[in-house]
C-alpha cells in the first residue's frame, strides 16, 4: 500500500504516457470511452496497454476539472458477465477509506471533542497501558500521519490460509475491539512517536474506534452522518444493501483468480468502505475546496502536513507534494480484489480516481492518465 502511495505521487511530477500502438480491435475489452477528442484517444490507448499487461476486468475512470466530470468504463463488472463498469458501479476502496477516518477526526477537533496532541490512550479504556516511549505519548496526529509507531497490522490476527497464493476467507471480519483491546494490553511501543514513518493499517483501525467511542455510533453511521450524507455521497459506506448488489464489482486477486470481498469491525477504520467513482467525484470536489461549509475547516485540516520527508508530506492520512507550484494530494488503497487511487490537484481544481477489481495497483496507469490530462486544458 505504502509503495503504490509513493510510486503515484512521484509520477504525477514525472510522467509519460505508455505509447498507444494501434491494436486490433478483436478481443478487446468492452469501454464506453467515446473516442470524440484526442485526450479520449489518448486515454484509450494507455488504459488498453495497462489492461494488456495486466489481469484486471474491470475498471473505471473518473476526472473531474471545474465542476464537470468524466469517465470512463473498461472491460466487465464480473468475467463473462458483459456488463460495462460505469461511474456507478460499487468498488471496494481500501485504504482511500483512511481519508475519511481522518475527516472523522478533523471534525471532532473543529467540533471542540477532541485535539490533535491529545494521547491515545485518553481514548482507550483506562486499564490498557499507556501508549508511551519513555514519557512521550502517541497523539492522535501521530496517528493520523503514520508516525506513532504502531505496527502495520496486529500480531493477534488470524489469517485464513491462502490457495494457491490467494487467500480463501476475508481477513479481517472477525477482528473486533476484545481483539485490538488484547492486542494494546500486551504491546509497548519501541520508538519515539513522531520520528518515523510506518505505514499503519492498525493505527487507523484504532482512530476508528476511538471516534466509534467518542461518538457512540458505528464507524458506518458517522462516515454516512458526517461525510457522505453531507456531500450526496449514496454509495459509500460499509455494507451494501441488497437492492445494490447488481452493481457490485467482484475482485480478483493478483492471480487473476475471484476473491472473496473484504469486512472489517475493529479494523473498519483502515480499509472498510465501498464506493464508486461518481461518489469519490463528489468527495474530491469538497477535497478541492468545492464543498459544504459544514467540512471545509475539517478538510483543510486534514492536507496541512504534519510530517515531512525529502520531498513529499503527510496530512492527516493524505500523502501531500509540492513541486512546481503545484500541489498534488492522494491516496490509494487495496484490498484481495480490488486496487484504487484517488488525486487531487487542488490548484487545479481537478482530480482523477481509478477504480479496478483487481489489487497489482493502478499507480502507473495514473501517472500516464495524469500526462493526457496535463496536454488538456479541460482536464488539468
Known amino acids: 500500500m505504502n509503495k503504490i502511495l509513493l510510486s503515484a505521487f512521484l509520477l504525477f511530477f514525472d510522467c509519460h504516457p505508455s505509447s498507444a500502438q494501434e491494436q486490433s480491435k478483436k478481443n478487446q475489452p468492452a469501454s464506453s470511452n467515446p473516442l470524440i477528442t484526442q485526450s479520449d484517444k489518448d486515454i484509450d490507448g494507455v488504459v488498453r496497454q495497462y489492461l ?16 464537470k466530470t ?29 481519508t475519511f477516518t481522518a475527516t472523522l477526526l478533523a471534525k471532532a477537533i473543529v467540533d471542540g471533542k477532541m485535539k490533535l496532541d491529545d494521547p491515545v490512550s485518553k481514548y482507550l479504556p483506562d486499564s490498557l497501558p499507556v501508549l508511551e516511549y519513555r514519557g ?21 490476527i488470524k489469517y485464513p490460509p491462502e490457495i494457491k497464493g490467494v487467500w480463501s476467507g476475508d481477513p479481517f471480519k472477525d477482528y473486533d475491539d476484545n481483539d485490538l ?30 471516534l466509534e467511542r467518542i461518538y457512540g455510533k458505528s464507524f458506518e ?35 487473476g483468480q475471484p476473491a472473496p470481498a473484504w469486512h472489517a469491525k475493529a479494523l473498519a477504520g483502515c480499509g472498510a468502505l465501498r464506493s464508486t467513482a461518481s461518489d469519490l467525484l463528489r468527495y474530491a470536489q469538497a477535497e478541492i475546496g468545492q464543498g459544504p461549509l459544514q467540512l471545509t475547516a475539517a478538510i483543510a485540516l486534514t492536507q496541512q502536513a504534519t510530517y515531512r520527508q525529502k520531498k513529499f508530506g503527510l496530512g492527516l492520512a493524505w ?30 481544481k481537478a482530480a482523477l480516481v481509478i477504480l479496478a477489481n483487481n489489487p497489482l495497483g493502478v499507480d502507473d496507469l495514473a501517472g500516464d492518465i495524469l500526462s493526457v490530462m496535463k496536454k488538456d486544458e479541460k482536464l488539468l
Open 319 to 348: 500523502v501531500i507534494i509540492r513541486l512546481d507550484r503545484t500541489m498534488g494530494v492522494l491516496h490509494g488503497g487495496t484490498t484481495g480484489g480490488f486496487g484504487s487511487l484517488l488525486i487531487l490537484i487542488p490548484n487545479k
Open 52 to 67: 494488456k499487461s495486466q489481469k484486471t476486468v474491470g475498471l473505471e475512470i473518473g476526472i473531474l476539472k471545474d465542476n
Open 136 to 156: 512521550m505519548p502517541a497523539t492522535l496526529q501521530t496517528i493520523a500521519n503514520h508516525t506513532s509507531g504502531i505496527p502495520g497490522n496486529p500480531s493477534n
Open 221 to 255: 453511521q458517522l462516515v454516512g452522518e458526517k461525510i457522505s450524507g453531507p456531500l450526496g455521497m449514496v454509495d459509500t459506506r460499509q455494507t451494501v444493501p441488497p437492492g445494490d448488489t447488481p452493481r457490485v464489482a467482484h475482485g480478483y486477486a493478483n492471480n
Open 181 to 210: 483491546f488484547s492486542f494494546y494490553a500486551h504491546f509497548k511501543l519501541k520508538r519515539k512517536p513522531g520520528e518515523k514513518f510506518e505505514y499503519s493499517n492498525l493505527a487507523f483501525g484504532t482512530l476508528g474506534v476511538m
Open 70 to 98: 468524466l469517465y470512463y468504463g473498461y472491460g466487465e463488472t464480473e468475467r463473462g458477465n458483459r456488463q460495462l463498469p460505469d461511474e456507478h458501479t460499487i468498488f471496494e476502496i481500501g485504504s482511500i477509506t483512511k
